[in-house]
């Protein structure tokens, strides 16, 4: 069975065009079925060892699945990471493997067929296009400790505490389901204000030699289209807020952000907050734009989003200046976290670009991009919205 599968991966994966896939799927779907899927699963959780060792992480990979396939390969794909997972008893964070469903391996054939609802030939193509991006992946920057690294064990350093994390969730849950802004306003920025003071203990208690030794980490966002740009600003105005560096990588379509673990989390909730309602905000805007007869742009959207962005970037940029100056004896503490910071990202990232963005043309979306900012509340969303936002 193994010299199947090696004769079929050597026609699929390593060719540069399609002409093999059939090839490879042919050999594949005639060979006994059991045997195959069984091989084929302990060979594309190699893979995905492979890609984390690289760099990579089950979002990143999946995300990239989903731009260059389609659902099935998602779901194909999420069943090698799950694999994958059995191997470690913990995981780091951030992980997201999900669980593996199919009982023995020997079985996975037959059920992941009968999931699928489709010919041996469909899913033998599908698992070899699946592996196909995995054996292409690059190297790109770690962010994190590989499964089953000791390392992994320091990761809770830093972390906001759960009480005061319940907290703050607690508050943009009830910012979200309010329909008095002024409540809205309210309540987010008192979850805002828990966010900056576990930033300023934080660095207090390193600086006063009681923190753990903690040192700046990453994590990845995704920044999918459409509209990417703006959503890339976005999240680097977010960032810069709440001490932490973003670095956008387009052609992968995420951002790494930089910072400490207490950070990087403020970072994720908020930035998923202000992109749901700035899509809400921008779907408004567009009824209004039709009712008056005009039809919808991408010119408008394009517009309307990187107004809200660059509005945003404004007014978290003279939130953060306000909250640091109200207690001046600070600063040092804070200061040296900024440089810690810094120091992490060059580290990580020695050689960056600038990116010239494409113009906003549209001068009714401009306008109404920045009033949507300066109306838009520090909440956050339900997982369903927060999906949606996400992926454009």
């Not at 992941?112 to 991006?133: N, Y």
């Not at 394009?302 to 970037?313: C, E, K, V």
Request: charged share 25%; hydrophobic share 45%.
């Amino acid at each position: 069975m193994k010299h199947v599968v090696d004769r079929a991966f050597d026609a699929a994966l390593y060719a540069q065009d399609d002409t093999g896939l059939d090839t490879g799927a042919s050999l594949l779907a005639a060979a006994a079925w059991g045997e195959v899927g069984q091989e084929l699963l302990a060979r594309g959780e190699g893979f995905v060892r492979q890609a984390w060792e690289r760099g990579w992480q089950p979002a990143d990979v999946v995300r990239l699945v989903r731009r260059d396939l389609d659902e099935r390969h998602v779901r194909l794909v999420g069943d090698l990471i799950a694999g994958e997972a059995r191997r470690y008893e913990r995981l780091p964070a951030r992980w997201g493997a999900g669980q593996a469903w199919w009982g023995e391996d020997a079985a996975y054939a037959e059920r992941v067929a009968a999931r699928e609802k489709c010919d041996r030939f469909s899913l033998a193509t599908g698992v070899l296009e699946v592996l196909r991006v995995l054996v292409r992946l690059p190297s790109v920057e770690p962010v994190g400790p590989l499964p089953g690294d000791p390392a992994g064990e320091l990761e809770a350093a830093g972390h906001i505490e759960p009480r005061m994390l319940g907290r703050i969730r607690a508050l943009l849950a009830k910012a979200e389901a309010t329909t008095f802004p002024e409540e809205a306003e309210a309540l987010s920025a008192k979850a805002q204000e828990l966010m900056a003071r576990h930033t300023v203990d934080e660095a207090l208690l390193a600086v006063r030699g009681g923190g753990s030794g903690q040192l700046p980490g990453a994590c990845r966002i995704g920044v999918e289209p459409p509209y990417e740009e703006a959503k890339a600003v976005l999240l680097d105005a977010v960032a810069r807020a709440n001490r932490c560096q973003a670095v956008w990588n387009a052609a992968f379509e995420f951002s790494t952000v930089v910072g400490f673990e207490g950070d990087l989390e403020s970072v994720e909730l908020l930035y998923t907050s202000l992109l749901v309602q700035g899509t809400a905000a921008m779907t408004r805007a567009e009824a209004g734009q039709r009712a008056g007869g005009r039809k919808r742009t991408k010119t408008f959207r394009q517009s309307f989003l990187l107004a809200y962005a660059s509005r945003l970037g404004q007014r978290l940029a003279e939130t953060a200046e306000h909250t640091a100056a109200e207690v001046p004896d600070n600063l040092p503490a804070l200061v040296a976290r900024d440089v810690a910071v810094s120091s992490r990202a060059e580290e990580m990232f020695p050689k960056t670009t600038t990116t010239r963005l494409r113009g906003a043309t549209d001068l009714a979306g401009w306008t109404d991009g920045t009033e949507a900012a300066d109306r838009a509340h520090v909440g956050t969303a339900g997982r369903a919205d927060r999906r949606q936002a996400l992926r454009g």
